[in-house]
């Protein structure tokens, strides 16, 4: 089997498992999950006045949440006080705000480091969002360059390929940014720097399933990247090959012009052809006598 027809068919598998995996990482809700033991929390509660009873029940900061790109879900128990929806999975989730558009002017009223956030917040959506607009290019390029088993069709899928994967890998960079300024930089009750100590000793923060098939699904973008251009290279040879080969058949075989092609003698660059003017009306061939009646 050709070297072109099996790298082509590993960089297509690739490439679609990795949109894939892009694609359920994008749309579920699983790449930070927060536990929150409340039988332990509750206990330090009597112990200590800095939570009350109500904010215990009624505050989502002090329930086990999963949180994803657009969403905050709580999978078991879920705060009284907060708006909540059924989620498509079948989980209660509230919808994480980035402010777009921003009605009520309230970006104005953050500080340096919140407005950080939230650009890193939306520029991670940006990228993930451009990496599909890649892929979906590649895809075309990719169909063109097999069907017309062109090696530059393939390089420019490689390049796009390529391109998705950086993009991606991009978007993971801002979401790892936005959860470090979450946890180490921004200040608040919403944020874990200022949680009560409480709080922060029955809570266990652990990255979730999403976050680790997006990090696959760039994996795999890099390997289809990688298969691609090695196709690309593959099929420039095979063509060169098949050209080769044409231009010797065309050489050896007889011309269909009148007259015999000869192979060439050694050291010499081209055959002899030794051509006949074609006999006319009125012509008589050498060797040959008329015949009269």
């Known amino acids: 089997m050709p070297c072109s027809a099996v790298t082509l068919s590993l960089a297509t598998i690739c490439a679609v498992v990795s949109v894939a995996l892009l694609a359920i990482a994008f749309s579920t809700d699983n790449w930070l999950r927060i536990d929150v033991r409340r039988d332990k929390l509750k206990v330090r509660i009597d112990e200590s006045s800095s939570i009350t009873p109500v904010e215990l029940e009624t505050n989502e900061l002090f329930f086990t949440r999963t949180k994803g790109l657009f969403r905050i879900c709580f999978p078991n128990e879920r705060p009284s006080k907060v708006v909540l929806y059924l989620s498509p999975v079948e989980t209660y989730c509230r919808n994480i705000d980035y402010y777009i558009p921003d009605d009520n002017d309230v970006v104005s009223e953050f500080n340096n480091d919140e407005v950080i956030k939230l650009h890193m917040s939306r520029g991670m959506i940006a990228l ?9 290019i590649s895809f075309w390029t990719g169909v063109s360059g097999c069907w017309r088993r062109s090696s530059g069709n393939i390089t420019s899928t490689a390049i796009l390929m390529l391109v998705a994967c950086l993009l991606s890998s991009g978007g993971m960079g801002l979401w ?14 919403q944020y874990y720097k200022d949680w009560p100590n409480e709080l922060k000793s029955s809570s266990t923060l652990s990255l979730d399933w999403s976050f680790y098939i997006s990090w696959l699904s760039v994996g795999f973008s ?11 290279s593959c099929l420039y040879k095979e063509n060169e090959t098949m050209y080769q080969q044409q231009q010797y058949l065309m050489t050896v075989h007889p011309s269909k012009q009148g007259g015999y092609a000869y192979a060439p003698a050694a050291g ?4 002899y052809v030794a051509a006949y003017p074609p006999m006319g009306h009125g012509q008589v061939a050498a060797g040959s006598y008329p015949y009269s009646y």
């Not at 993930?128 to 979906?136: E, N, T």
């Not at 790892?176 to 009750?189: C, F, N, P, S």
């Not at 890099?222 to 690309?232: C, K, M, N, R, Y």
């Not at 010499?268 to 055959?271: K, Q």
Request: glycine residues 10%.
């Open 128 to 136: 993930f969002i451009l990496s599909f607009l890649f892929v979906f």
């Open 176 to 189: 790892h940014g936005v959860e470090y300024y979450e946890t180490e930089k921004l200040t608040g009750d």
């Open 222 to 232: 890099l390997v289809s990247a990688i298969l691609f251009a090695t196709a690309a």
């Open 268 to 271: 010499y660059g081209h055959g």
